[in-house]
């Protein structure tokens, strides 16, 4: 799995690459504190959700670039074959919704 200062230097990569202008640390919690922990697994679904308590509003298109730096991180992550723990969590916690269990929420304490 892939460590947390790894992680954080994974998004910042890829922001560059994208030329997009948001913070590591800020992608990585809104990644996990609202693409993860609400299984948003669509754009659609990210231009709906709630994103209350982040702090920062974002307009459409900012949701629309957050989206974008995230599909980029989490194809790379695919490419090499890792997986975040958070996204071990979330996978389970579909694997257990799915059989009709219920899931933790949010995904493992949401670390």
Request: hydrophobic residues 40%; glycine residues 4%.
């Amino acid at each position: 799995m892939a460590a947390q200062k790894e992680i954080l230097a994974r998004w910042s990569r890829t922001t560059q690459r994208l030329e997009i202008d948001f913070t590591d640390v800020f992608l990585d919690q809104e990644w996990r504190h609202v693409i993860l922990a609400q299984d948003l697994r669509s754009p659609e679904m990210y231009l709906r959700a709630s994103r209350s308590g982040r702090g920062t509003a974002l307009s459409p298109l900012k949701r629309a670039q957050v989206r974008r730096v995230v599909e980029a991180f989490t194809q790379e992550l695919r490419r090499a074959d890792e997986w975040t723990f958070l996204q071990v969590c979330a996978e389970a916690a579909r694997i257990l919704q799915d059989r009709g269990g219920e899931p933790p929420l949010p995904p493992c304490g949401n670390r």
